[in-house]
Structures are given as C-alpha cells and as structure tokens.
C-alpha cells in the first residue's frame, strides 16, 4: 500500500528524477501528461494499466472519458527544458535550400506557401 505521504526520490535520495523523451514531435503539454502519469504510477496512485488502456488504439472511449477525472495530474512546466534538437544533415547546411525550385529571400526563408501534393484522382 503506498504511503500517506509518498516522497518521489530519484537515485541518491535526490528529489529531483530526470526524464528523456525523444521523438519527431509532439502535442501540447504531451510530455507534460507523460510524466505526469508516471509520477502517478510511482506513487501509487494510479495503476500501470490506465496508461495501457489510455495507449490502446481504436478505443471507444472519447478523450477525458467524459470529462471524468483521468488518474494523473499535468507536471508543472518548472525544471522543465528543451536539450537538444536533431535535424536530418540536409536541413543542417546553411547554404543548401530545401525547395531550390522556389523562390527564397536573402535569409533562405520560402517567399510563398509551398503547393500541397495531390493524393487523389487527376482531373
């Protein structure tokens, strides 16, 4: 049974735990709810299979589940930092446009929004 009043320590009795998350992207405050949810399982406030039953795909149930209360509270924002960002080498040279085929300013940057690529029927 957890404890009235469960201390989060990370290792050496350090109250602070560090999280690394990875990814091409993500939504709004989507890490935030990620670690919010795992404090919450440490804890023991809220078991390991609410995170699984809220990951499963093609579930009937709407988002909040009705706007009933969903087990874990949003991390605060506070310690919370970007690290680092990945770019694929292309993207990384300064003097290499992405859309050479368009017309770019002095800075690199698109003078226009690039067309959409058609994935229906012609015509």
Known sequence: APSSSP???GAGGSSMI???VEGAGFLYRQVRHMVGALVAVG???MQPS???DALKVGGSAEPGQ???FRGWNVAPAKGLFLHQVHYPPEVDEPGRLLYPEYAHDDWGRLMYRIPEESGGEDG
């Open 7 to 9: 201390a989060l320590l």
């Open 18 to 20: 560090r999280v690394e």
């Open 43 to 45: 804890e023991g406030r």
């Open 50 to 52: 609410v995170i699984a």
């Open 66 to 68: 009705g706007g009933s």
